[in-house]
């Protein structure tokens, strides 16, 4: 049985899972496991083919009611401790921007991963309950590009929480 909304599966992910980088783990659909559970042989695993992970420039928007800035920086310091490879985070009382780099297989997977960082960390770092309003995933290539011919926002610099 497939999990997730009813309907067709979005384009190009019929096929995928995700998977920790570099782990090595069992990439094999709840499907596909059934099967072996059933006594049906196992499928051959894919001979030599190791996807290469990527480091992609993550940038999370998020926005909402105001809250007090002590909480919201408070939260976004324990986000940073929470998933150590934050980079910085800029603040108000109602929106925040989080930049960091995030290592997947491709654009697909750097995005799920950024997708589900805020509401996985919304309890235990006592995040506001604010909303996704913006992502943005480059490769790494593309990050230094845009840095070396003076368009998009600055290395970040300097690492850590500050206000807008």
């Given amino acids: 049985m497939r999990r ?3 309907g067709a599966p979005p384009r190009g992910t019929a096929e995928r899972t995700l998977t920790s980088v570099g782990t090595g783990g069992d990439t094999r659909r709840p499907d596909d496991l059934g099967a072996e559970r059933d006594g049906a042989a196992r499928p051959a695993p894919e001979s030599g083919r190791q996807e290469a992970s990527r480091l992609w420039h993550i940038t999370l928007s998020v926005s909402g009611a105001e809250a007090p800035l002590k909480e919201v920086r408070r939260a976004l310091e324990q986000l940073a401790h929470d998933h150590p490879f934050l980079l910085t985070s800029r603040y108000a009382n109602d929106h925040a921007e989080i930049r960091y780099w995030e290592e997947a297989r491709d654009l697909h997977d750097a995005a799920a991963v950024a997708l589900r960082l805020w509401g996985e960390h919304r309890s235990t770092a006592k995040l506001p309950p604010w909303e996704i309003v913006g992502l943005e995933v480059i490769d790494r290539e ?8 003076g368009y998009g926002p600055p290395p970040a610099s300097p690492v850590g929480v500050h206000p807008f």
């Fill in 4 to 6: 997730g909304r009813p």
């Fill in 142 to 149: 593309t990050y230094h590009q845009r840095i070396a011919e």
